[in-house]
């Protein structure tokens, strides 16, 4: 006698179909074995389903039971392979009708008292059971996170496997869980706090118009750091589909709290000790990093020479693609990893090149050499490049507030109306900002004048802007003509996007 039921198993966030097999064998040992490519967690997963079992009421036979996890060939790793394990197993012993979950797909973590404790990736694996029409069987906890797959879904949501024994008897039922969001209402720094720099608040503004990567470059304690903390306070929320993204990435690396989804975009800073695995996954078990978690957020880095060069190239493919691939020898696994990159630095290892009254012990070296530390095609990945210079004491001690982050949103939130309708109408309805539009899309949609494109010829001859160059150059003048509300770009959009450009190191 054998029975069966449904799991996933996850490949970044892809969920893939896994059956769970048990089948009452002959011979020895008298045990639960596991094959079909099981990782610790899993082949742990017997003894913790035959405590599990025995608190419920229920015990195994004295006999070998083999359970298969098919296909054979797929490694399985994590500990949501406890309940279909444990359901197989009550479906074997007939606790239950061996097809009564055949309309399910199942995964959640098995506790010693038969209570069910949530696991990650429920979201992506109800997505996938949503689209092969089949329900999802989960613990209580995970079940608003499970929601979000559909109206329409079959969700059972219990606490403990003898509650589930009881929903699936029909003696009582557990109730459909309900999605839930968190309230992002407030709790963000305010753009208000920030005295003067008012330059770099007008590059933070166009950054965030347009989607651009963004270095600022002052001394210690300019308001670099504050300026970063307070972008995510003037970006539009999530829309549905970013919504549901960013969401997978976050349930599959559990950081999923209560199975809330929230419409705010994720900001992460790592620190500057970071691996190269922390920053764009990978590891024992592979796991999305920083640049995937901050997927249509922003990733700050700061103290930018102060990681590792390997760590930082190591973002120039995300950068370009939008993902992360993560190549192993029987495995290879894409995540999601288009970030906004907001970076800050120190002009030099002393933090003081360029401010009236210091002058460097070791002169220009102090600067160049610090500097050398970030590779020139990493940077050449960065739209706008902005001084921040110390705050005086006359902005310090000026009267008034400052623009409030609400006033700069709806600016931002204008000029990405237009961008999203403009590529709407161009026919590339994926496309909502200036920056993730292709080489070719957007020469046809700035379409300089004959002064414009004199202009930057000059600065291209001048400056040896490369082929990228001169393209982030015409997405960022395009953004400050959405600003302006301008349907041309002209001289002095192509002029104040190359000031951004040539804004480092003296070119």
């Known amino acids: 006698m054998g029975a069966r039921v449904r799991t996933v198993a996850f490949q970044g966030i892809e969920a893939v179909p896994v059956d769970v097999q048990a089948q009452i064998t002959t011979g020895l040992p008298v045990a639960v074995v596991i094959v079909g490519l099981p990782d610790k967690a899993i082949r742990e997963a017997s003894e ?23 296909p054979a060939d797929l490694p399985k790793e994590g500990s949501h392979y406890d309940l279909p394990i444990a359901l197989a197993l009550m479906a074997v012993i007939g606790a239950f009708p061996a097809d009564a979950l055949d309309g399910y797909v199942a995964l959640g973590e098995l506790g010693l008292d038969g ?29 608003p996170e499970a929601a979000w797959a559909g109206d329409d879904i079959d969700i059972i949501a219990p606490d403990s496997l003898l509650a589930l024994v009881n929903h699936l008897g029909g003696y009582q039922l557990a109730p459909r869980p309900s999605p839930k969001r968190h309230d992002t209402q407030g709790g963000l720094p305010d753009l208000s706090e920030v005295r003067g720099q008012e330059v770099a608040r ?35 929320p999530l829309n549905p589909r970013e919504l549901l993204d960013v969401s997978m990435i976050q349930s599959i690396a559990g950081e999923l709290e209560g199975g809330a989804l929230s419409d705010r ?26 640049a995937s978690m901050a997927h249509n957020g922003v990733l700050f880095l700061d103290e930018l020479p102060e990681f590792a060069p390997s760590v930082l190239d190591s973002l120039r493919q995300p950068l370009e693609s939008g993902e992360t691939v993560i190549a192993r020898a029987n495995s290879r696994v894409t995540f999601p990893a288009r970030f906004q990159l907001v970076a800050a630095m120190n002009p030099c290892k002393c933090g003081l090149a360029g401010t009236p009254g210091h002058t460097c012990k070791r002169g220009d070296a102090c600067a160049g050499d610090y ?7 990493f940077l050449d990945r960065i739209d706008i490049r902005v001084d921040v210079p110390a705050v ?40 909502f900002t200036n920056a993730h539009a ?32 001169y393209h982030r150059v015409l997405k960022v003048a395009r953004t400050l003509a959405d600003l302006a509300g301008s349907d041309k770009v002209a001289r002095p959009h192509i002029a104040e996007a190359l000031s951004y450009r040539i804004n480092f190191a003296g070119t």
């Not at 405590?51 to 070998?64: I, T, Y």
């Not at 994720?266 to 920053?279: C, E, G």
């Open 438 to 469: 292709s080489a070719s899309l957007i020469e046809s949609v700035v379409d300089p004048d004959r002064e414009s494109k004199a202009l930057l010829l000059q600065a291209a001859e001048r400056f040896s802007l490369s082929a990228r160059a």
């Open 115 to 143: 209570r069910l404790a949530p696991t990650s990736g429920i979201l992506p694996a109800a997505i996938a059971a949503h689209a092969r029409g089949l329900g999802v069987i989960c613990p209580a906890p995970s079940g």
């Open 392 to 431: 005086s004491a006359a902005d310090m001690i000026a009267p008034g507030a400052a623009e409030t982050s609400a006033a700069v949103a709806a600016r931002v939130g204008v000029a990405r109306d237009i961008q999203r309708e403009r590529y709407l109408r161009a026919g590339h309805p994926g496309i």
């Open 202 to 236: 007008r590059a933070l503004e166009l950054a965030a118009a347009g989607g651009h990567n963004l270095l600022m470059i002052g001394p210690p304690g300019a308001g670099k750091s504050m300026l970063a903390q307070r972008l995510p306070s003037i970006l539009p």
């Open 48 to 70: 913790r389903v035959r405590a599990a079992l025995l608190s419920s009421g229920l015990s195994l036979p004295p006999k070998r039971i083999v359970v298969n996890l098919a």
């Open 265 to 290: 975009r994720p900001f992460r800073a790592p620190h500057h000790s970071a691996s190269m695995a922390a920053l764009v996954g990978g590891g024992l078990k592979i796991r999305p990093g920083e």
């Open 371 to 377: 500097q050398a530390r970030v590779s020139g095609p």
